[in-house]
């Protein structure tokens, strides 16, 4: 190989886009790091799941989430229209198949925030998909954190620190683990790890 | 898995260092990339390698490479004193494994600056080792850059070049490939792929 055609393709490889995985439990401060991450990386894309969940007051429908009926959810599972989707908290969530390919061909990098059951599901299948799980430095941060959110009903919050015990224990699956204690320094490790996947042959 | 053992056991991983195998070409910026990296990451180290090289005049014994006469080399081959060695551009060129070892068990990382062959020997040893490919952006540059130099005789610039093109044959093994054009991004990718690492599970 010559030189010139090494550059030629590693310059050519952005034409696809890779996924990058955010899991890990509700309080971890994913949604935070991902919109931090999308001013830093002005090309790259967040994809905005499908959920049966009820809309909150301050969520933009196509924002924050696509809302649809229980019975719609389920045609488009049937449809075969997710590229994964999973049960959390009792509410269905799922990502638009076709949305994210379609990104990926016009090569966009594409930031998943699902569950880690969605996260498997991904990974599963023939794709640059690269896993990040969220954490967050204690359990008594997290619990502050749920408490300190508004609309968050206190059942809704036992719920929350159960599930996020068993998402914890998915932990070690995943390629990469960002403890998110200082916001910045979270910022800084996952925007390394998305400049060095860009560095990969 | 708890969370307080997740991180414990992440945490507690930095007790044992990774190698970072820098190769590349002469001219494509090994050395200016990696005294970058140090005065960024001050508990990396550098490993300093063994040759039988003349040693040039603006070069310290100790610091630049250990120089060695053929005899005293070929009798640390024999003693296994190499985590790797080869003949480059006629010279041979070592790193020596109880240092490696011993600053990885305190839990330094180490840059080793090796050539394609010396990498290929390390990454079949059952260490943690991430590979780095450093190219210049151009055939053109690199002799440009290898013409700057001084102390560098006609004959051994056309044996670089060379060299370079046998080398850039064997990049698509490495795990990252860094095009140094502008230095600054090319610290900054080094430094980023270093970061990731860290947060490797």
């Known amino acids: 190989m010559k030189l010139e055609q090494l550059i030629a393709e590693y310059r050519q490889k952005p034409s696809q886009g890779r996924i990058f995985i955010l899991s890990g439990p509700s309080g971890a401060g994913k949604t935070l790091l991902s919109r931090k991450i999308l001013t830093l990386f002005p090309d ?12 909150r007051p301050q969520e933009v429908d196509g924002r924050d989430y696509f809302f649809l009926t229980p019975e719609d959810f389920q045609r488009k599972i049937d449809q075969g229209d997710f590229l994964e989707w999973a049960i959390v908290h009792g509410q269905k969530y799922g990502t638009c198949r076709k949305w ?5 061909n016009q090569g966009h990098d594409v930031i998943l925030e699902i569950d880690v059951q969605g996260a498997e599901q991904v990974q599963r299948q023939n794709l640059p998909a690269c896993s990040i799980f969220v954490a967050p430095p204690s359990m008594e941060i997290l619990l502050r954190r749920l408490k300190g959110r508004k609309n968050e009903a206190e059942m809704d919050i036992a719920k929350r620190l159960k599930n996020a015990e068993a998402e914890i ?3 070690p699956d995943y390629q990469y683990l960002i403890i998110n204690d200082v916001l910045s320094e979270a910022v800084e490790q996952l925007a390394s790890i998305i400049r060095a996947q860009r560095c990969r042959l």
């Not at 790259?44 to 809309?55: E, I, W």
């Not at 994210?100 to 990926?104: C, H, Q, S």
């Open 44 to 55: 790259m894309l967040l994809s905005v799941s499908y959920t049966t969940r009820k809309q």
């Open 169 to 171: 224990q998915k932990a």
């Open 100 to 104: 994210v390919t379609e990104k990926l």
